[in-house]
């Protein structure tokens, strides 16, 4: 059973990548590495003494290596977590090749 | 390639799955092993220490995993991450996957690992 992200295709999604950096967009193209283009995308920067802050892109290219989550959005489950308005520490960063 | 006699006591599903470890190469034992998990729920601990609950969609051959209905642990750490629901996960990030201790023959995991790494060597059971 193969994994693709061809269901997710022209949806909304949330990237997390390897620095911790949370990316929203719309998926507009994939390949076989996770190479992704993110249609208006903007980025969600989270801070433990601010609210979040959303930046935005425009048009993106992820390059694979990069990627360590990609998942949908659910308006409802984001509006009923109130995850647009939470306060957090940023992610960590992927570590790779830990000694 | 040689298939291992399996005691009749071992359910069918295993006994395919043996035979199937068996006549892949090391590369695709632990993919066969993660597909015959597909339906259950699983924890998977990334290299940035996230860790994720839920039930394994699918699985690739770079053991790339597809979860759906995701919990995040420890969601006072992690907020930003409560709205995930279903997600894919690259392999390359994947650190652990916890499953459940009645769903894997560890012998029979065991077994099949050690004939990839031993192909010369004959192997008897009785």
């Not at chain 2, 399996?6 to 092993?33: D, H, N, R």
Request: net charge negative; proline share 5%.
């Amino acid at each position: 059973m193969a994994s693709t992200l061809s269901e997710w295709k022209d949806k909304q999604v949330c990237v997390i990548t390897c620095d911790g950096r949370s990316i929203f967009g719309i998926l507009a193209g994939y390949d076989q590495l996770q190479n992704l283009i993110l249609k208006e995308a903007s980025e969600r920067v989270y801070s433990p003494d601010a609210d979040p802050e959303s930046v935005p892109l425009g048009l993106y290219v992820i390059r694979g290596d990069n990627v360590a989550i990609i998942s949908d959005r659910d308006e409802d489950l984001e509006a009923s977590t109130g995850i647009s308005s939470v306060r957090a520490e940023p992610l960590e960063s992927v570590v790779q090749n830990v000694g | 390639s040689g298939v291992s006699p399996v005691s009749p006591s071992v359910q069918p599903s295993k006994c395919t799955i043996a035979i199937s470890f068996v006549g892949f190469g090391i590369v695709m034992l632990f993919y066969s092993f993660f597909k015959t998990l597909v339906g259950k729920e699983v924890a998977v601990e990334l290299k940035n220490n996230v860790v994720l609950t839920g039930k394994l969609h699918s699985v690739d051959q770079y053991l790339n995993i597809k979860l759906s209905d995701v919990q995040v642990v420890d969601k006072s750490r992690y907020p930003q991450l409560l709205a995930l629901k279903n997600c894919f996960i690259r392999g390359s990030v994947v650190r652990y996957i916890q499953i459940p201790p009645g769903e894997v023959d560890t012998e029979l995991l065991q077994d099949a690992a050690r004939k990839e790494n031993a192909p010369a060597a004959v192997s008897s059971k009785a």
